[in-house]
Structure formats: C-alpha cells, structure tokens
C-alpha cells in the first residue's frame, strides 16, 4: 500500500493543488497499486517514515504564517525524512517555506524551514503565466507545462534546479531557472494542477516510490494520449513546437 | 449643458453603433471611450438618477439578482437603467447609462441597477452614490484576475466606510458577506434559507471562510446549503448568522424551485421558481430584501420574480428537436458545482458539453478546473453518452474528466465549437447540457440559437 500524505490540505490548497493528489492516486489505481491518502492538519501526530510521498501546496500569505509555527515544530523529522529519500513535491508556498528565508518588500527577514539551501525575497512584480522548463527525469529529457503565479523571487545556493525556463519566468525571472531538486524532493513554481497534465513527471514520481520499495517492476506503461495533447497545445502557443 | 458630455455621449454612442454593425457585443467599449473624453461622464449621468442608485456585487448571482430587481422595479413602474448585459466594470456601467441618455446628456430614469464587478466598487463608488447595495456572497474567483477574498472584502469595506451613506442587503448564509454588517457603520437587512430537504450537515467542500472573520476560532455550522454557506456561529466569540430578515423556509428543490418567504412585518408567501439551483433562490431572495426595503408591495415583487427570464447562460434553456438543451456559464469552481448538481436532478440520458477558453477575460489559469468536483461525474457516469470537450483549452478539460474517472471512451476533444455544439445535440432523447466559460459564450449561443428552434427570446 502506497501512502500519500497531503499536508495541510484545509490551508494550503490554492489553484487546484489537489489535482496533484488526484492524479498521483489515479495513476496508482490505473495500475492496480493500492493507495491511499492522509490528510495532515495543524497538531495532528505525523510520522513521516510512514508515507512514501508528501505533497505540500502553496496557500494565501495568513494561511501560510498558520502553518509555519506547525511545520516548525517537525522540522528536524521532515529532514531527517527527507536525508533519507522521502518522495516529496512541494509547490509555490510550500516551496519557499522549505527554503532558508524569505525577505519581505519592508526587510523584514522570515525564516523557512531551512531545509534546503535557497531563499526567497518579495519582488517588485508578479511573474505571472505560462511557463515550459526542460527537465531530466530518470536520463530522459522532458519538457513540463504549467501556469506560475508568485510575488517570490528565489534564489539558489548550492543546490540544483528542477530544470531550465523555456519560456515563462521561473524562479526569479533572470537566472532562467525553475524550481529546485534534492535528493527526492522536488519543488516547482508550477502551481496547483503541475502533474495531471505532466504526466512523465508523475511517474517518476511513483518510480521513485517503487523503488525504495523494491517493486519497480509495477510501473507499467499507461496510455498519456490526452495528457500529452494537453501539454502540446500549450508547448504550441509558446512557440516551442 | 456640459459640452464634455455631449461630446463624449456622441462617441460612445458611435462606437455602440459601430460595434453593432460590425457584430460584436460592444458592452463596455462605448463606455470606455466616453470617459476618454470627459472623465466626469459617469458621475453626470448617475446624479441624474431619481429615486435612487442600486449596486449588486459579490462573485455569484451578480447578473441574475440585478435582473430580477430590475425586473421587480419595472413591474412597479419606475423607469429603470441596467447594466443587463453583465458589463460590469467602470466602462460597462458608463456604457448602459450612454445607452438610456438623450444625445444632450439627459436621463430620464428613476432608479438604476448597477451591478459591479468587486474589484472595481471602490472605482464605481467614486462615481455614483448608491441607495442600496447587494452583496451576494464570496467564492474563490480565478485568482490571476482576482485578488485572495480577503482583500477583496477589505477593499469593498474600506471603499464602504469611505462613503458611509447606504443601506447593505447582505446574505446572512455567507459569513463572509453578513460580517459587513459589523465591519462597516451602516445599517443592514439581511436574507438567508432555512434548513431543507437537501441541506447537508457536513461538507467537505468548503474552502472559504473556516475561521471567523473577527477572532480567528473555527466556525462550527448547524447545516451546510453550498460552499460556507449555512448556519454558523463562531466558537470562540458572539460572531453567528444574523436573523435574516426574509428567510425561505420549506423550500423543496426538483426541476423547479418552490419554498414560502418569510419576512418581517407581513404574512409569508409562496414562491415558485421555474428554474434550478438553489443559488437562484438566492438570487431571487436578495432581490425581494431590496424590493421590500423600497418599500414596493410584495405582490408587485412576486410578479417582477415570476416573470424572470433567464439571461444568456444562466441555465438557459432551448428544445431541439425535442430534446431538452441547457446553456450555462462557468467562472468558478462554486458556480460549475452548482451547475453540475444539476445533472442529477432527473434520470434522463445526457450529453454534455464543455467550452474552457483562457482568453483574459475567462481567466488565463485553467488550474480552477481542478478545484470542481467533476468526480461526481465520474463517479455517475452511466447517466452520460459523451462528454465533448472543447475551447482553447479542451485538451486540458479532458484530462481533467479523465482523472475524475469517466471512461476514455465517453470524452471526445473537438476545437471546433459549431462541430462540438453539433455533436453534443445529436440523438433525440434524453437532455444536453452544454458548459461554457465566459468568451466562448456568446459563440455557443449564437451556434445554438441558429441551430434549435423555441430558444427563449431575451435582450
């Protein structure tokens, strides 16, 4: 049995992040992996060693200042978790609150989870649209769609992207680079819906998850017709096909 | 005489014409134009207003409840200016005032219906000073064009306390909107609807509005209508739903609506609505509030609602060739659930349609979709033949009824709206119901009007 934890899903659930659950679910059920999910809250007991993949979704700024002061309190397991190959993806807020700090537009400095290396400052703009970044997932290239819609600009350090912008703003709009990869822990400014309609990223996703179990051998292939129409129109308006 | 306005009426009513000419709608073009030329366009025109000005904001119901006062006026006899055509944005506004005024700039009318998009008040109330202002509720909008409601609320409160001046109608159901009657000074009547048939006592849907608005504690609810709309009261402080002042109470909900209106000072009465939804009871009740508050007499209001009609994709209805065809507008997860309870209201066969474009105005981020809960279609699919996806981005609705769990076979993309519209009407039986975001409308309606016969007349 697959299980998923969806952290906060009461408070962090802005621009159909759910559809991140939905489709990791359905992909597992398509293939007759049994799977289930939990919905974490604020002061629930959570052991991550228990779940082979976490979801943290980006929220509206109060909503987010809730959870900090909960997250807190487990930073030292979510990291321990995570040193040792937790599957997580992290989208927009909870990006950044993995991160080291975010400097508001006033200075004010907020500090992050610090478990990744990489901060976030508030920028003078929205970036705001459609974005393509080119990612290598398990040796192949891939090319993920999505729509951005942040105030953040991030900035890395010693850590890898989760790929190059190929069209759109990315993490900051200058350096051309997307999102961030540690271990099994993949972050995107790519919000709500990122792994319905990229579905590639999805499986590596389940991939990833089988194989610290020993069981590869049940991602069997699907059919991604509709799925890759999805992303082509999309590669199509940004010129990219 | 003000020679600005002269001027600036002339054009945009030269552009109306233009437009009209040309095709297009040409709802707000008129108006944006008239204010290039003489910024105090609105302002002149609105002051000419009577008896009085009255706005309707929220995210829902805005078109329908604005239409139904309008209508409820008229009924009564006053003369009526209305931004029908759901142009609600500073221009739009100006535009329906240019429509009604003489070419010098003279406006016989006695009250005007204004509905206002929210992030737009505070621009409109600068302008015109209303009477009475509706608010219908607060969903999640798409939020590249919208702001977190939050802001919203404290943008409409600020903007409302500037002013100071006006009575509120307010939907008591919604916490977020009855919590105007404390975060502004001014005084308040509120509508709600009382526990039915289909009132839940949970809901797993609820996505706004959690906490209260004052203390931050949990809301607990009684009962649950849609969304966080129900009976609350906050746990931790005095924050509850106000006693409406016109309640709906036994109201039953089938192709039609029926419930008896209760309100203050008067013996209850019965309403009927030969329409679904029971945001449309909402709609309906909000208008009464206002029409009762103008002191119009409740017979004249019933009238003004009976002889509602549908606008433009407001589950408007049309038969072809004996099969019944719905047309309904989508821009929100709250208004497409509503619009998808529908389809299990009979057991009629259905083909259903979907339109999704993401052109500015429709929003440019589809990822709301994922926020509907289409899993209730899946979950039903056997009452469906096919679902045709189509718009700008049809290939996205299709995965997305993919992941809801309806069978590969039973989805079909086609970019072609006439071939979709087309598709989706074939075969005698059963009911079509055809799903539209806000500029692939008028397209699909045009497609369906042309292809139908007994479509409702409106305009």
């Known amino acids: ?241 | 005489m003000k020679i600005g306005l002269f001027f600036a009426i002339m054009a945009g009513r030269l552009v109306a014409f233009a437009s009209r000419v040309s095709g297009r709608k040409g709802s707000s073009l008129p108006g944006v134009i008239a204010g290039k030329i003489y910024y105090r366009c609105l302002r002149d025109l609105a002051g000419q207003v009577r008896e009085g000005i009255i706005l309707v904001t929220g995210t829902n119901g805005k078109t329908t409840t604005n239409n139904m006062i309008a209508g409820i006026l008229e009924k009564a006899r006053f003369k009526v200016v209305a931004n029908f055509e759901g142009a609600n944005m500073v221009s739009g506004v100006t535009t329906s005032f240019i429509k009604k005024a003489g070419l010098f700039g003279k406006i016989d009318c006695d009250y005007a219906v204004i509905e206002v998009d929210e992030a737009s008040v505070p621009r409109v109330m600068k302008e015109l000073k209303p009477e009475v202002i509706v608010i219908t509720n607060f969903f999640r909008d798409q939020l590249d064009r919208y702001w977190e409601i939050e802001k919203i609320v404290g943008v409409i409160r600020d903007s409302l306390n500037k002013y100071g001046y006006a009575t509120l109608v307010l939907n008591a159901d919604d916490p977020l909107v009855a919590q105007f009657g404390q975060i502004t000074r001014l005084p308040a009547v509120f509508y709600g609807i009382g526990r039915h048939e289909q009132t839940t006592d949970t809901n797993t849907r609820i996505r706004e509005a959690k906490f209260c608005p004052f203390c931050g504690a949990a809301l607990a609810y009684d009962f649950f209508h849609y969304g966080q709309l129900g009976n609350y009261r906050c746990t931790g402080c005095s924050f509850k739903r106000p006693e409406p002042g016109v309640e709906a109470m036994g109201t039953a909900v089938s192709d039609r609506i029926t419930c008896r209106i209760v309100y203050a000072n008067g013996p209850e009465v019965p309403l009927t609505m030969q329409t679904m939804g029971i945001y449309n009871l909402y709609n309906a009740l909000a208008a009464f509030a206002t029409g009762l508050h103008l002191g119009i007499d409740t017979g004249i209001i019933l009238n003004g609602l009976n002889s509602y009609q549908p606008v433009t994709g407001r589950m408007e209805k049309f038969v072809h060739q004996g099969k019944q065809v719905f047309l309904i507008l989508v821009k929100n997860p709250t208004g497409f659930n509503e619009g998808l309870s529908a389809l299990f209201l009979n057991r009629e066969k259905k083909d259903v349609f979907i339109a999704i474009n993401d052109n500015d105005a429709d929003g440019k981020d589809v990822s709301w979709l994922w926020d509907v809960d289409f899993e209730i279609v899946g979950n039903g699919h056997e009452s469906f033949r096919r679902f045709i996806c189509t718009g700008r981005r049809g290939e996205e609705m299709a995965v997305r009824l993919k992941y809801a769990g309806v069978p590969r076979d039973k989805i079909a993309v086609n970019p072609d709206l006439k071939q979709a519209v087309r598709k989706v009407l074939e075969g005698g039986n059963g009911q079509s119901y055809l799903f539209s975001t806000y500029t692939a409308l008028w397209e699909v309606h045009g497609i369906l009007k042309t292809m139908v016969a007994g479509g409702i007349k409106h305009d």
């Open chain 1, 1 to 241: 049995m697959i299980k998923i934890c969806h952290l906060y899903p009461d408070l962090l659930n802005l621009y159909g992040d759910r559809g991140n659950i939905i489709a990791f679910q359905q992909r597992c059920r398509w293939r007759n992996i049994p799977v289930e999910v939990h919905e974490v809250g604020i002061g629930d007991v959570l052991y991550f060693d228990h779940f082979d993949f976490l979801f943290l979704g980006g929220g509206s700024d109060r909503e987010q200042n809730l959870i900090v002061a909960d997250l807190m309190q487990r930073r030292n397991e979510l990291k321990e978790a995570i040193e040792k190959g937790l599957v997580l993806l992290a989208i927009c807020g909870g990006y950044q609150l993995l991160g080291k700090y975010y400097l508001t537009r006033e200075g004010e400095n907020i500090p992050g989870l610090g478990i990744l290396d990489f901060y976030t400052r508030a920028g003078d703009r929205r970036l705001v649209g459609n974005v393509a970044v080119e990612t290598n997932l398990g040796g192949e290239t891939v090319i993920l769609t999505g729509f951005e819609n942040h105030s953040g600009q991030t900035y890395l350090g010693s850590i890898q992207p989760l790929g190059k912008v190929r069209s759109g703003n990315g993490n900051n709009g200058e350096d051309g680079w997307e999102g961030a990869r540690y271990k099994n822990v993949f972050c995107s400014y790519l919000h709500g819906p990122l792994l319905p309609k990229n579905a590639r990223l999805t499986d590596h996703l389940i991939f990833l998850v089988l194989k610290r179990r020993n069981r590869q051998e049940l991602l069997k292939p699907l059919d991604n017709t509709f799925e890759d129409r999805a992303c082509r129109v999309m590669l199509g308006r940004m010129g990219l096909v």
